[in-house]
């Protein structure tokens, strides 16, 4: 089951503007634009470091390509990662209050130090509730391509702006099939708009451990 969970975190982390946050939204980078985001979350049993970067083509302005790579040690043992994702909108990214978008993911992740990759597929729906606020809810599977093992993983997210172009709040739970369930609750500060985000976050059981991590991140886009 922590494997279920870690590739939830896995499947979530190439996002646009979803940084740290294992529940994905249904945006895509702009077309012809880039980002790279970077995060290190750290507990008390050892510490994961991911780097992000993500690219829309201008001919498939629908289209988003990003990577993974991730290292971490845990409870003293050492692993790293390489995970890509294409991440697909169907719906128009909600621009006013009542609207929907709608995307789907789909990619691998390949651990270093094991012979079995990762293959995860995700949906997300983003509903503007309000001018300010929106929700964002993911459903998706992740397993091993080499045998028949995996599961169901799920996340809702609320973001609230709190400053329109400078601060926003952001209050996730997620999970994957019927285990103990992550949490995590962060504040987004923009230092410069439309380019540079950072991210400051406090989580629960993100390993699917009882354990406490925080998180410091940022997004550039260029």
Not at 82 to 107: D, T
Not at 166 to 193: D, K, W, Y
């Amino acid at each position: 089951m922590r494997f279920l969970v870690l590739a939830a975190l896995a499947a979530a982390c190439p996002a646009r503007a979803s940084g740290p946050y294992a529940t994905d939204d249904s945006f895509v980078t702009p077309a012809g634009e880039r980002q790279v985001e970077t995060w290190g979350s750290v507990t008390a049993g050892g510490h994961r470091v991911f780097f992000v970067p993500a690219f829309t083509p201008r001919a498939v302005p629908f289209l988003e390509f990003s990577a993974a790579l991730e290292t971490e040690r845990l409870s003293g043992a050492r692993d790293s990662a390489v995970g890509v994702q294409a991440k697909a909108r169907l719906l128009p990214e909600p621009a006013q209050a009542g609207a929907i978008g709608l995307s789907v993911a789909g990619g691998a992740r390949v651990p270093t130090r094991s012979e079995d990759t990762e293959a995860f597929a995700n949906a997300a729906l983003s509903w503007a509730a309000t001018g300010s606020t929106l929700v964002h809810l993911n459903l998706g599977w992740s397993g091993f391509i080499a045998r028949p093992e995996g599961g169901v993983t799920w996340g809702a997210r609320l973001e609230q702006t709190l400053r329109p172009e400078r601060l926003v709040l952001h209050a996730e739970l997620f999970g994957a099939g019927a285990g103990r369930p992550g949490m995590q609750l962060g504040l987004r500060p923009t230092l410069r708009p439309g380019n540079i985000d950072l991210e400051f976050v406090a989580g629960r059981n993100l390993g699917g451990e009882r354990a406490t991590w925080m998180t410091l991140g940022a997004a550039f886009r260029f």
